[in-house]
């Protein structure tokens, strides 16, 4: 009898480590389901941060590129007014060639140098190298984005991220719930396991008990004959 209830205990508990196994086999999976939306999370983060940076960037290239094209103005205006003010009545203009001079372009006033408006454009230049870096990054984590979230509802077989993360919140807390079960029943397997081990030892002891006090009723019998 106990040798089959300590079997049955043992049969038992094996199922329940089995299942407690499989619970946390579930989680690990949820975990690591749960760590790519933490990824998911902190990517859609760093777009929203350079998509505001690229707006940024973008005006300063078009604050940059209009002081380019205004500069350049400024200095062609300065450059007509120089040769105008060398324009003499009834001597042929060199650039249009005209005799006449009703209307002759004045100086310009604060007029750049070329060496001003060439580092204009470098700098033009610079601002739309990283209006172009910003935009590149933006594309690469949007793919980013784009792979996690798909992956992502494909794992929890849901429609977006956030009953995504909703599924897997439910799901740990019934694991939790079930392993708290699980482990109390594993608790009393190994105490009945431990109490059948205990009932045969001291079975087996009685029945040792019992044979030698049978050998020595024996070796009494014997001793009386040979009185």
């Known amino acids: 009898e106990h040798l089959k209830r300590l079997s049955d205990e043992k049969l038992n508990r094996e199922k329940l480590l089995n299942k407690s196994q499989a619970l946390k086999s579930e989680l690990d999976n949820i975990n690591k389901i749960s760590e790519k939306i933490t990824f998911y999370h902190n990517t859609d983060k760093k777009l929203k941060a350079e998509q505001a940076a690229y707006i940024t960037a973008e005006k300063a290239f078009k604050d940059a590129s209009i002081s380019v094209i205004d500069a350049e103005d400024m200095f062609l205006r300065e450059q007509a007014?120089?040769?105008a003010s060398h324009l003499e009545d009834n001597k042929p203009c060199p650039v249009c060639g005209s005799c006449s001079h009703p209307s002759p372009a004045a100086l310009a006033e604060?007029?750049?140098?070329?060496?001003?408006i060439k580092a204009l454009k470098e700098q033009a230049k610079k601002l739309e190298n990283e209006k172009n870096?910003?935009?590149?990054t933006s594309a690469e984590l949007f793919q980013a984005?784009?792979?996690y979230k798909k992956e992502i509802l494909t794992l929890t077989d849901t429609s977006?991220?956030?009953?995504?993360?909703?599924?897997?919140?439910?799901?740990?807390?019934?694991?939790?719930?079930?392993?708290?079960?699980?482990?109390?029943?594993?608790?009393?397997a190994e105490k009945s396991i431990s109490d059948c081990m205990t009932a045969i030892n001291k079975q087996k002891a009685d029945e040792k008990q019992a044979e030698n006090l049978k050998v020595s009723i024996e070796k009494l019998k014997e001793s009386d004959i040979e009185l």
Request: charged content about 35%; hydrophobic content about 35%; cysteine-free.
């Open 145 to 147: 984005l784009e792979l």
């Open 133 to 136: 870096n910003i935009s590149k």
């Open 110 to 116: 604060n007029a750049p140098s070329e060496k001003e």
């Open 160 to 188: 977006d991220v956030i009953h995504a993360e909703q599924s897997l919140k439910s799901k740990k807390a019934d694991i939790a719930e079930e392993t708290v079960k699980l482990q109390n029943e594993i608790k009393l």
């Open 81 to 83: 007014g120089i040769i």
